[in-house]
């Protein structure tokens, strides 16, 4: 009996070990153009997983440890090769390569928040869905959403007016709030005004953090990868929750859209040829017929994830920098008085508004909404010293690429003035890349920056605001979805005269 065990042991070790020789052998093209990269300590199976398994907060100094190393960096996590590369030399090749345009299939596990669309890992299948929505990116459309962004954020200048005095404001569910109403008012033609009203279900940018918050947690425990484990947590239970809400919420903005569309179709102005709601956008992608009901929904869904929550960010953020900065308040204020003074903002003041531009993106730059992106390597990629071998993937994180002292010099201090013409033409365009770069670049970015130069604006002549952080440093960092402040916005606000 003893010697059939040892007999049974001896055959599981010998297939087990053949097994994992022929595995090894199967990715040596990783081991061998990974071997001279620099990287963590890595161990079988887990490999470097360890390093993210600390808090959320944690992670910004996991950040900071990457600037010990040359813009390059090895990270095994779990079986999978990542290279994480913060040195615009690098990113350059990384941008521009054709085999790095697939996202990793890690994207499959957020399609609940962003839909299996747009974001879909296949740049082949995404083309089709990002040729859709393009109309709503067209110039001339954008400009034409500028009076619905001005009379916004006059709405969002009142809120804050009535707000007057009282400190730590939720105002970065404000800021949601505002971006939920721009972008609503964009796609569908109409809005969701802004109110100061409690946060809770009924919100959909409080579901969307809800969800943002918990996908976080699960995504850096590696034995949620496991179907079994996950589908018997509770983590599962509470995702589900808040992407139901989700969908219900976007369910429900498309039928007023479709019901607003109906009225106005059978309208005396919409039979004159003066439709309100009828966008090219609208007629070719939620009223043809090319279109699955349930692809109509994921798009949707990826556009409101993907604009609503990371545009309410940098308006946070860009109102925290102005707050901490009165110099550069000042000086954004006696642009937009200079330009607009106490009119109504349109389209064509925005490119008048130069200060205010440098000032969104330094604080982008120090506050990039977007955390975490990420490609496939369908090919060998050539980085120059190192190579990226196929099937491995690259990671970028904007915010360690922001703050990268080799790049930019005294990287904590918010200076708009990083973003004048003359200093932008002798920086490598890869140093700064809150809307990623390339094929897969942000569909959105225009829209983003047209919508919060105007908010900004709007806000800015009509109200002061303070801040009770210090310093840059002082604002700690949840490295979710989408970058928030450990200790909220903390800002308020005073009125103008
Ligand atoms: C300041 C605001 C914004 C920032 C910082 C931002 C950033 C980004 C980044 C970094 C990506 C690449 C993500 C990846 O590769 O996984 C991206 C993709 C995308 N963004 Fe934005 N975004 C912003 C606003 C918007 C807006 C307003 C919209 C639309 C209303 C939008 C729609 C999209 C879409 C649809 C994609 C997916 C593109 C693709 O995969 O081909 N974004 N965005």
Not at 97 to 108: I, R, V
Not at 195 to 224: N, Q
Not at 274 to 281: A, I, L, R, T, V
Not at 350 to 361: D, G, P, V
Request: charged letters at 25%.
């Amino acid at each position: 009996m003893d010697n059939l065990s040892d007999i049974l042991l001896a055959i599981f070790l010998t297939t087990l070990s053949t097994w994992y020789v022929k595995f090894l052998w199967s990715r040596r093209h990783l081991y061998l153009h990974a071997w001279n990269v620099p990287g963590p300590l890595a161990f079988p199976i887990v490999g470097s997983a360890y390093k993210a398994l600390r808090s959320n907060a944690g992670l910004i100094e996991v950040f900071n440890e990457f600037y010990e190393y040359p813009g390059i960096i090895k990270v095994w996590f779990s079986t999978k090769l990542w290279y994480v590369v913060f040195e615009p030399k690098y990113l350059e090749k990384v941008f521009t390569s054709p085999d790095l345009l697939e996202k990793p299939h890690d994207y499959k596990r957020l399609t609940d928040i962003i839909g299996d669309t747009i974001f879909t890992p296949s740049v082949k299948k995404s083309k089709r869905y990002r040729r859709a929505v393009a109309p709503i990116f067209y110039k001339n459309a954008i400009d034409s959403y500028v009076k619905g962004f001005a009379e916004s954020s006059a709405d969002f200048a009142k809120v804050l007016r009535s707000l007057a005095g009282r400190k730590d404001l939720d105002v970065e569910m404000l800021c949601l709030r505002y971006t939920l109403d721009t972008t609503c008012k964009s796609i569908f033609g109409f809005g969701v005004p802004v109110s100061g009203s409690e946060a809770g279900e009924h919100d959909y940018g409080y579901c969307l953090r809800k969800v943002a918050e918990i996908s976080t947690y699960r995504f850096v425990r590696i034995w949620f990868n496991v179907k079994l484990i996950y589908n018997m947590s509770r983590t599962k239970q509470e995702i589900d929750k808040w992407n139901n809400l989700i969908h219900a919420h976007i369910l429900s903005m498309i039928s007023t859209a479709r019901r607003l569309q109906e009225i106005q179709t059978n309208s005396e102005d919409s039979k004159n040829g003066n439709s309100k709601y009828e966008s090219d956008f609208f007629k070719s992608f939620i009223r043809g017929s090319e279109y699955t009901e349930e692809e109509i929904v994921d798009t949707i869904k990826s556009l409101f994830s993907a604009g609503v929550d990371t545009a309410a960010s940098v308006l946070c953020s860009t109102l925290m920098m102005l707050a901490l900065h009165p110099d550069a308040q000042q000086k954004v204020y006696e642009e937009v008085m200079e330009v607009v003074g106490h009119r109504q903002i349109e389209h064509t003041d925005l490119q008048h508004f130069r200060y205010t531009e440098m000032a969104i993106k330094e604080s982008m730059r120090l506050f990039p909404p977007t955390i975490i992106f990420a490609r496939d390597s369908t090919g060998a990629v050539n980085l120059g010293e190192y190579v990226l071998p196929k099937d491995g993937a690259v990671v970028i994180f904007p915010l360690v690429i922001h703050r990268n002292p080799t790049v930019w010099n005294d990287p904590l201090k918010f200076d708009p003035d990083r973003f004048l013409p003359d200093e932008m033409a002798q920086r490598s365009p890869y140093a700064f890349v809150p809307f990623s770069h390339g094929v897969r670049n942000c569909i959105g970015w225009q829209h983003a920056m047209w919508n919060l130069k105007t908010a900004i604006a709007g806000i800015i002549r009509e109200v002061k605001v303070f801040t009770g952080y210090q310093s840059v440093e002082d604002i700690k960092l949840n490295c979710e979805l989408v970058l928030t402040y450990t200790h909220g916005s903390k800002l308020w606000f005073e009125p103008r005269e």
